[in-house]
């Protein structure tokens, strides 16, 4: 199988975006989108990677693979990662740095098990369980983790390791979570739906969109307007504006399924990859 371009991520220091594409999405491809040259790292993973991820602030960068690492690198240093991670047993899905401590790293891998990690030390701070497709954490505090674990969604407090809401109301897996740059809601999609969380208001689900025939994939809140949800559907990318009585936009995008979806708060762009081996920047 020949699966073609999964991640694209937008820096928020400098406008680069960080692509993994080529055959079977092994190699680390970094796209400078001012001076529009790509810089090909010469290492990349030995599997299929699955999510990348700027430290906040910084050029440096994260991304988890199925050859069971994560591993750092810096932006403007790509052709050799800065180091490995090692500890999981199982292909790691998803990789997050924390917004505030920035040398707190979190991953989780296909067996359910998340390891928080100091990056400063290289070693592993914690493990735990409640994750295998993807975590994110919560913005500007970085106080919870969401984690997408089959059809459901975890809010994680980092500091005590505890659940604090499970999130519960997909009947398919969850495919992507995303959350807005306020850190109060919090978005997630399967195939079938996507819908729209209040971490402040104990979890509670408080908007929810059915696919009607699309297959979702990927989300991002839109940067410039917070109450505008984007999904990635097959070929096209479906603007939603919960708060606007459902009022939803469908833009023909691709030709294929948008597989990630990143924005830019800075540069108020997202950016859409997808299977048809095409990355766009849209503003
Ligand atoms: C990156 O490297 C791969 C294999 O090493 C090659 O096939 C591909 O064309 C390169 N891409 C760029 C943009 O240089
Ligand atoms: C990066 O790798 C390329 C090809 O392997 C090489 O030509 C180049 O000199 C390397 N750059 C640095 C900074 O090591
Ligand atoms: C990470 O390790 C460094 C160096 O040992 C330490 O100073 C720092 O407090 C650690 N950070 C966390 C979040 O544990």
Same mark, same amino acid.
């Given at each position: 199988m020949?699966?073609?371009?999964? #991640?694209?991520? *937008?820096?928020?220091?400098q406008n680069?975006i960080? #692509? *993994?594409s080529?055959?079977?999405?092994?190699?680390? $491809?970094?796209?400078?989108?001012?001076? +529009?040259?790509?810089?090909?790292?010469?290492?990349?993973?030995?599997?299929? /990677?699955?999510?990348?991820? +700027?430290?906040?602030?910084?050029?440096? +960068?994260?991304?988890?693979? +199925?050859d069971?690492?994560? !591993?750092?690198?810096?932006?403007?240093?790509?052709?050799?990662?800065?180091y490995?991670?090692l500890?999981?047993?199982?292909?790691?899905?998803?990789?997050?740095?924390?917004p505030?401590?920035s040398? #707190?790293?979190?991953?989780?891998?296909?067996?359910?098990?998340?390891?928080?990690?100091?990056?400063?030390?290289?070693?592993?701070?914690?493990?735990? !369980?409640? &994750?295998?497709?993807?975590?994110?954490f919560?913005p500007r505090?970085?106080?919870l $983790?969401a984690?997408?674990?089959?059809?459901s969604?975890?809010l /994680?407090?980092?500091?005590?390791?505890?659940?604090q809401f499970?999130?519960?109301?997909?009947t398919?897996?969850?495919l992507?979570?995303?959350?807005?740059?306020?850190?109060? =809601? /919090?978005?997630?999609v399967?195939?079938?739906?996507?819908?729209?969380?209040?971490?402040?208001?104990?979890?509670?689900?408080?908007?929810? #969109?059915r696919s009607?025939?699309?297959?979702?994939?990927?989300?991002t809140?839109?940067?410039? =307007?917070?109450?505008?949800?984007i999904?990635?559907?097959?070929?096209?990318?479906?603007?939603?504006?919960?708060?606007?009585?459902?009022?939803?936009?469908?833009?023909?995008?691709?030709?294929?399924?948008? &597989?990630? $979806?990143?924005d830019?708060?800075?540069?108020?762009?997202?950016?859409? &990859?997808?299977?048809?081996?095409?990355? !766009?920047?849209? !503003?």
């Amino acid at each position: 199988m020949k699966i073609l371009v999964v #991640l694209a991520l *937008l820096s928020a220091v400098q406008n680069v975006i960080l #692509l *993994l594409s080529e055959t079977m999405n092994i190699e680390v $491809l970094i796209w400078n989108m001012e001076t +529009f040259q790509s810089i090909n790292t010469s290492e990349g993973h030995s599997l299929l /990677i699955t999510d990348v991820r +700027f430290k906040p602030s910084s050029n440096l +960068f994260a991304t988890s693979s +199925f050859d069971r690492t994560v !591993k750092i690198w810096d932006a403007e240093r790509p052709n050799k990662s800065l180091y490995k991670l090692l500890g999981h047993s199982e292909q790691v899905m998803s990789v997050d740095f924390h917004p505030s401590k920035s040398e #707190l790293l979190c991953s989780c891998d296909r067996n359910n098990e998340i390891r928080l990690w100091n990056v400063t030390r290289f070693s592993c701070t914690r493990v735990s !369980k409640g &994750a295998t497709k993807q975590v994110r954490f919560q913005p500007r505090c970085g106080k919870l $983790l969401a984690t997408a674990a089959r059809n459901s969604v975890s809010l /994680i407090d980092v500091e005590t390791d505890s659940l604090q809401f499970y999130l519960k109301g997909h009947t398919k897996d969850v495919l992507s979570i995303c959350w807005d740059a306020s850190g109060k =809601y /919090i978005a997630s999609v399967s195939e079938d739906s996507a819908r729209i969380w209040s971490a402040m208001s104990g979890g509670k689900c408080i908007h929810e #969109l059915r696919s009607d025939g699309n297959k979702f994939q990927s989300c991002t809140f839109h940067p410039g =307007y917070s109450q505008l949800l984007i999904i990635g559907g097959y070929q096209s990318l479906v603007l939603w504006s919960p708060t606007e009585s459902d009022k939803t936009w469908s833009v023909p995008a691709h030709n294929g399924l948008v &597989a990630a $979806l990143a924005d830019s708060q800075r540069t108020e762009m997202v950016a859409s &990859a997808s299977h048809d081996q095409c990355m !766009k920047l849209w !503003k």
